[in-house]
């Protein structure tokens, strides 16, 4: 059964950083793109930044370019999100999404920013 | 960056009822490697996202014939022939050819 488990939210004042995390597991991870996208309250989905199998691509969206950095470790099955320099506009729920067709999804881990 | 508008925002159904969504692109979504990469998820309430159709038409594995997708370019259409209680919820388009943009999503309702 494939799994992908997110962790890694919180709150967080503006202007700090947070770092999340995604578990996969029931697939071969290091063959596949992997996704970001996020979900404010209320609101729809946005795509916030995407991964090639090897790292070698990387894309994000104009709201988080300079802010974000996506990376993975293939050993250890894990994509990650390091988000600086948060605004309160970065509240949302994050989803991690696996294959370029987002075939798989997590549950999500609540990022808060508020002072 | 290419924006995808989805028409309805809101979709009003009875059971038994064929509904068709709208996903529009501000450009081409056909690859240079001759693929085109627009997907369309279904969002139940509580629930993340899960892709029903890939490639605009191919179905996922597990995801009832009833839902059909068309299209090419920049216009496609998601199809539910015979809409049922458990398709309720906000249905997307995603296109994955030029970075990744979701669609503004469309809310299908009981009527």
């Known amino acids: 059964e494939v799994q992908l488990v997110e962790s890694g939210g919180g709150l967080v004042q503006p202007g700090r950083s947070l770092k999340l995390s995604c578990l996969a597991s029931?697939?071969?991870?290091?063959?596949?793109?992997m996704n970001w996208i996020r979900q404010a309250p209320g609101k729809g989905l946005e795509w916030v930044a995407s991964?090639?199998?090897?790292?070698?691509?990387?894309y994000y969206a104009d709201t988080v370019k300079g802010r974000f950095t996506i990376s993975r470790d293939n050993a250890k099955n894990t994509l990650y999100l390091q988000m600086t320099s948060l605004r309160s506009e970065d509240t949302a729920l994050y989803y991690c999404?696996?294959?370029?067709?987002?075939?798989?999804w997590g549950q999500g881990t609540l990022v808060t920013v508020s002072s | 960056d290419v924006v995808l508008t989805q028409t309805p925002p809101t979709l009003s159904a009875t059971i038994g009822q064929s509904v068709s969504i709208s996903c529009r692109s501000s450009?081409?979504?056909?690859?240079?490697?001759?693929?085109?990469?627009l997907n369309w998820l279904l969002q139940r309430p509580g629930q993340p996202p899960q892709l029903l159709i890939y490639?605009?038409?191919r179905l996922e594995s597990g995801v009832p014939n009833r839902f059909s997708g068309s299209g090419s370019g920049t216009d496609f259409t998601l199809k539910i022939s015979g809409v049922e209680a458990e398709d309720l919820g906000v249905y997307y388009c995603?296109?994955?050819?030029?970075?990744?943009?979701f669609g503004g999503g469309t809310k299908l309702e009981l009527k």
């Open positions: 999404a696996g294959t370029t067709t987002f075939a798989y």
């Open positions: 029931g697939f071969t991870f290091s063959n596949y793109g």
């Open positions: 991964i090639s199998s090897s790292s070698s691509y990387i």
């Open positions: 450009q081409s979504l056909l690859h240079s490697n001759g693929n085109t990469y």
């Open positions: 490639l605009v038409s």
């Open positions: 995603v296109q994955s050819t030029h970075a990744r943009t």
